[in-house]
Structure formats: structure tokens, C-alpha cells
């Protein structure tokens, strides 16, 4: 009986995922109720019905007819409010568990008339209301509040409106293939190992910018702050942007190590730390690496290695 | 679908739910106590000043302070809580306070649903003209809160138009539901006593003053049309109660003895018949006012012992009956002896000169007697006026010897009095006189201001003949309407007195407008659906067929707001649409472009596979790729176009 259910909703909702873009809402995809308000002013019409017809009011029937009729057009423009709207997912920004995720959304209104009062939301998370302009374009961001670190899956959007009389609420469950990454808690606490001391005493020094070594190609993770500016303009032959290296921060590599956190904390919690540890080290511009149970990733610097690391806590026992 | 969170309501949002409430609430204040008035108009300032002011919403406990005290205002006002000017009253309190404690959009829907039904009520009270259009733009405001409440801000105009939209759309179904949706005769169960208070017109007795109170009205009591000509002025009496007991003050009916079978009228016409339709205001009784006297009566109806045409129930609402009616006749030349006795009863005792003075003309024939009277009235002393002295114990001495100033319905008592002292019987009759025709519409408007009395006199071999003692005073009062009658000052009203042209000619056209609407949209019945429905085919229709046809038409009317509200494809650019077409022709002749092809490298595909085709799709793709990435004009658009037309043609198949 139950599976029976989920087939009729699978079905009638159209659980499946959208794989094709833009997502367009025909009529097959809008369902429409009517609201608790919906049912009280189709008893009101009624009590006043049999008011008008008790006292013979003429026009009483009139005005139950022009509101009921109303009622009808209430529905019709709830409906149309829905009905041809275009979305098209955009990518999600990796976040920290606990953090909001938002999911882009582009909406695209083809019609003269407006959109209003659009709800968004995934399941029972709060939601956003946007309004789309006549023939405009809107991004939405809808969010979603993250318990967890790994992949997110946010599931359908719940796109609902009861616009313009809130007689009847309109909804659709588009499914974009959505993901966001999901990074662990952060939880700062000092870096670790024999540096780590002389690291929080060169926080404010930047010692390891002082010894200067030479100078090497520019890599896309290197700060502009190194880029040699003076030796790029005298060499104007070429292209290439030079950086400044020292020799300070190379001796010091710190290893970011799954077995430095204390074992008594739970796996979350450990994560957590290690998460922090890549935070702080990659604030301090400190050539860092990653060693967990099983992975290990070689020291280095940069958004592009900070990414790497986080994705890595992110998805640590996660099925590959 | 989730359940409804609670959501704050916007600050935006109360001026609408205040005007909704405004206007809903404030028609109500021509029938509502002072008191109840200023309670509500000073709950919504009230609530305006906290609205501009910002300031939070009072406590619910000092609102249930006032809900209870505004309900035992109300209670003690009315004496009881149930009741249509009670609910009303109620519905307004409520209606006042309600913006008070709007904290959700919850509470704002509860306040324009009540709205909604507030509309209603107004309808107990009048159904005209002003009143329709007055609630359209009520029933604009609360939708219109309904917009901003559920669509956020917008400007004025926008909301403003948004809800008119709807209504406009909405009207369809109003049309649709009004001629087609099943009638039903109410009531369907017991009114309250109050809901048919305040009709105006004729009261079942009459004394001194009562009719002169009903002439300073200028409501109108009814309208009628005639089929053929209309009777003389003189002629029109429409008559309603016949009183023929007399207390001293008071006239009343003779409450017919119980048991006896009613004598059946008999009534000989000659001369002219004139056929007619009156329209009548609903006056709470049952006369219905025909002109004397009838001949040919209209279902539902019967005609009294006294001549006077009676409906079945009271009249309630507004009807609509066609009579024939002879203004010459002889009625009831044999009467029952009990009616006859009756119109010779006197109390005892009272006005004892006029009893002497009728004494004197006891052996004269009775048409005499009559005669005598009248030319007592016309030859000595007497005036018609609105303002008369008040009179005592001896109400007819006093006005026959002492006063002499009256108005018709002394002169119809002095008379009535005067023959059943001479011994003729006599009675008292109540009515109207006259009317107005408007040229507008061509009806007849007869108004409570031509309430008029007069007299009837049983003559053996002629029947009962009417005497009317006013037209002996004041014969202009007759020939020209009361307005001639009376000297200047009398307190006649304003309606009936506009003495400027364009004044009357308004008024007129006014009331020609109105009458239309209380028959064709007010007027519509289960009777009048009926004929509309057999009209357009669906003869004797049951409520299937009604439901079914009803079912039909909301079901296209549907459609066509459906389609009126579809979202409308965007237009496509003239120079894309020229492309478009060109390359479908070319298409028809067996070269598809790609959906990624360029129009240039198009051009040259066209050229390897189709040389014939070469030119002009080399200039068609030129012409294209400089209006879309050059400078535009007109011309290469023109060429583009004519690319197309000098295209070789296909062979045709059908051909």
C-alpha cells in the first residue's frame, strides 16, 4: 500500500530529477489547491447566499455571483502566475556546515505581466519570495541551512505562490541536479607541531617574507603581493610575471596531520579541528599539507590546495 | 504543500485593510446610533494614528474591554442581540475593531472576508443605483488589500489596476450566474420581527395627521404604465383601505363578523377599460393599490368586499401586477345589510352639533344630502392646508364650526360623519391620488405625497359612489395635484417642488434609470427566469438542465479568461522573423540549415551543395549579417524580404 503511495506520488509529483535546461513549467508540473482562506470565503459566499436568498436581495445574488466569479479568476491568475516561468540552476558556492548554502536559480519571465510573490524553498527550510518583472530576468538564491559535511543533494525546490488573492496555493517541485560541497565545521584552534609556536610568534613579523631567495615564473596561487614588480618592468621583453622567493616559509612545512588531533574528540570533531588548522594555515600563508587515514595530500599554498584539503575533510569516509 | 506560517503583516498593507473597512463600514452610518458611529470612526482613527506612528497594537485585553463593551451598547440599544439592525450593528463594531489586533495576515484575511460580507448588509437597506457602484468600489478597495497582502508592495495605480482586472474578469460569471443560477423564492425560514422595518406608506387606520405626516415624503409608492391611454387626472384614485368604523379619532375596517361568508363584490362596468402594469414599492401590507375599480385582477390577488384589490401576503419586495380597471361602474347595487349597518355606525354621544345639523337634512334624498354637504364646504369658510389647529374630544365640531382648516382626510371624516348622522351610509376611503407622468420612461409616478382620503356613499339603485369632499375645498388639488393645491409654505417635499425645468427634466430621467433598474435587474425573479429561459429555448426547465447549461457557460467563460490570461509570447523581431522565413523556404527546397550555422557559413554550404541557390543566399545572408551586426536601416531589411519572393518556385504537387 505504501509503495503503491509513492508510485501515485513518484508519478503525480513527477519526482524525478530534471536533466533538461531551462526548466519550464508547463501544466502537467503546477498543482493548485485552495488555502484555508480559499474554503472560508466559499462558506462566506454560501452564509451570504442564503442571506441574499432569505431577504430576497436581488443584489445580494449579484455581488455573491461578481465575488464568486472572483474567486474563480482568483484561481485562474495563481495558476498563470506559475505557468511558463523558465528556471535555469546555476552552481552552488561550497559552504561550511552550519552555514547557509544557496542555491542560484534563474528565472526568466517571457509574459507582459509580472510574477509576484514567488516562494522558494527546499522542503520545510525557510524560503525566499522574489517577484519577476514583466519579460525580466531574476537570479534567485534559495537557501538551505547545512547540518552536515559531505555532498549536499538540497532535493526538489518547493516553488509556491498564492498570489494575488491567497485563495489558492500554486506549487511545483522543479529538480534541478543540484550539489554543493559542504565543508566541516571549522573549529579554530592553534596550529600544531614544533612550528606551530614560531608560526604564532611570525604572525605578525611575516618572517617567512623576509629572506629573500630569488625569483621564479608566477603560478596562478601565488599572492600579488610577491610578484616582483620592479625586475617584471625591467625585463619588458617578456611576458611573464615574476615572484619574489623566500626562503623563510620553504623550512617550514607543516603537516596538517589526521594523527595530531586529539583522539579522544569523535571523527566530527577531529575534522573539525583539522578543517580549522587548514583555515588558519592557509590565513598565516603557511605551505601546508593534509594527511588523513588513508590520503595524503603534499604540502602547498593557495585557494586552489585550500579547496583540495576542505573538499577532502568534506568527503572523508564518504563513498568514493 | 506546507502549512501556513504565520506571517507578520506588513505596515504597507493597513491602509488598504483601513480603506476596505471604511468603506464597508461607512454607508452603514445613516441607520446606526450616533454613539455606535463614533465608536468606530474613532477605533479606525485610532488605528491610523498608530499606524503612522509606528506604535505597537493595543493589548487584546483592553479589545475585549471594548468588543464587550461595544456589544452591550449594542444590545442595549436594539434591547435584544439577534435581529437584522442588530447584526448589522454588530458586524460594523466588529469590523472597526478588527484592525486593532492585526497582527498576522491571518487576521488581515478574517477582516476582508468580513468585508465581504459587510457588502451584503447594505442591501437591507437599498438596492439602488449609488449603491451598486458604491459597493463596486468597496469591494476594488478589500481586494485590492488582498493583493498587497499577498503580493507585496507595489504602487497604488498598479494594486489598483490589478483589482479592477479581476473584477472585470470576473464579470462574465456575475452575468452568467445571475440569468442562469436556479432562483429561489424567499424566505426560507421566519425573518427576524425588525427585517421589514422602515417601509413607508398607508397604515391600516387613520386619524388625524397621519396622512399629512406620509404627504411630506416624496418617496414614490409605485409607477404604473398603461397599455392604452391614460384615465383623465381627475379619474386616477387608487384606492387601498376602506374604513368604515369610526371611534371618535380614529377610522378603521370593521372587523367582519366571524362566521359569515364574505360577500362576493359585484361590480358593473361601462365605458372605457384601462389595462395596466404597476410596479410597487414593498409597503409591508397587502393592498395593491389599483385604480378604482377593478375589473380583471391579476394571480394571486382578490378583490375585498370593499372593492380594494388584496395581494395574498404582504407585500415584502417589490412587485410587479397588471389590472384592468373601468373608472365607470356601479358597485355592490345590493349590499349585505351587515355592511350597510356598519357604514351608518356613530359612537355615541360625541359632536353633537353636527349631528344636529345632519338631523336637518334627514328628509331630504340621500344624493341631497351629499350635495348639501359639499356646498357647505365649497361655499363657506373652509381651507385646505398641510398645518391644521388641533382638534379635541369633538374632532368634526370643532373642524366643521370652529377651525375649518384641514386637510383631506378632516374633510373625508367631517363628511363620512356628516351622511351617517343624515342617515346614508358612508365610508371612509384611503388611497392615492393622481401621479405624474414621466415623459422619460412613460410611466405614471404616484408618490406617498399624493396620499389622499375621500368618502363613499351608498345610493339604493347606484351603489357605492364616490364622494370626494376635498375636490369641493380645493379643486386644484384634483385637476393639477397637490402641489397647485396648497398656499406657498407648506411643508411639502423638495422632490415634487423643483419648479426649474432642467431640474425636473433631471429628476425624471433619474427615475426612469432607476425604475429600469428595480424591473430588469432588481426585478429578476424565478418568474422572469423562466421567460428568459423558454426565451432562449430550455422550455419548462428543470434544475438539471439548468445546472447543466449553467455548467456549460461558466465552463467557457473559464476558457476565455484562461486564454485572456495566458502568458503572451514575446514578438519576434521583424529581421529575425525574415530570416526565419527565407531559410524555411530554402528548407522547402531540400537545404536545411543547422541550428548552429551561421548565416555566412550557411551561405557557403548553400553554394557547394545548391549553386543555383548560390546569389541569393549569399545576399540573403548579407543582408541578414549586416542588419544584425552592422548598421541597420531599412533597405537590406527590404532586400532580405525580397530574397525570399524571388526565390524559384517549388514544383508543386498539387497542382
Known sequence: MIIRLAALQRWLFRLARDEQLPIVLGQRRIFIVPTRAGVLFAGVLAVMLIGAINYNLSLGHALIFLLAGLGVVAMVHTFHNLFGLRLTPGRAEAVFAGDLARFPLQLDNARRQSRRALEFSFGEQPGVTVDVPSEGRVIVAVPYSTARRGRLDPGRVTLATRYPLGLFHAWSYPHPLWSCMVYP???????????????????????GQEDFAGLRARQPSDPTRHIAWKAVARRSDEQLLLVKQ??????????????????ECGQEDRLSILTGWVMTADEQQVRYGLTLPGLQIAPAQGSAHRTNCLQALALYGAAP | MSSQPSHALEHGTVPWLLAGALATAAPHAGHLPLWLSLLVASAMLWRVWLWQRRRPLPPRWSLALLVIAGVAGVAWQFHSLFGKDTGVALLVLFMALKPLETHHRRDALVMVMLGYFLLLTHYFYSQSIPTGLWLLVAMTLLTGALIRLHGGAQPITAIARQASLLLLQ????????????????????????????GLSGLSEQMSPGSISNLIQSGAIAFRSRFAGETPEKADLYWRGPVFDSYDGITWRAATPAAGLPKPEPVIEASGTSYAYTSILEAHNQRWLLALDVVTSLPPESSLAPTFEALARERLRIRSRVSFISAVDYRANRIEAPGILQQALTLPEKINPRARALASEWQSLPPEKIAATALAMFRKEDFHYTLRPPLLGVDAVDEFLFGTRRGFCEHYASAFVFLMRAAGVPARVVVGYQ?????????????RQSDAHAWAEIWLAGKGWVRIDPTAAVAPSRIEQGILAALPEGEPLPSIIRLDRDWLRQLRNRWEAANNSWNQWVLGYNPQRQRELLSRIGLRDPDWQSMTASLAILCGLALLIVTLWTLPRRRRVDPVQRAWQRYCAQLARRGVCRAAWEGPLAFAQRVARERPELAALTSEAADCYAQLRYGRSGDEPLR???????RLPPTRRKEL
Open chain 1, 246 to 263: 623566500f626562503a623563510g616559509g620553504a623550512s617550514d612545512e607543516l603537516w596538517l596531520d589526521w594523527s595530531l588531533t586529539p583522539p
Open chain 1, 185 to 207: 565545521r571549522p573549529l579554530r584552534t592553534p596550529l600544531p607541531g614544533p612550528s606551530a609556536g614560531a608560526q604564532a610568534d611570525h604572525h605578525h613579523g611575516d618572517s
Open chain 2, 170 to 197: 470576473a464579470l462574465p460569471f456575475l452575468l452568467i450566474l445571475y440569468l442562469l443560477f436556479p432562483r429561489v423564492t424567499g424566505p426560507l425560514w421566519g425573518l427576524p420581527e425588525d427585517a421589514h422595518a
Open chain 2, 639 to 645: 532586400r532580405l524580404q525580397q530574397c525570399m519572393r
Open chain 2, 434 to 446: 393622481g401621479g405624474e407622468l414621466n415623459p422619460v420612461d412613460g410611466y405614471l409616478v404616484v
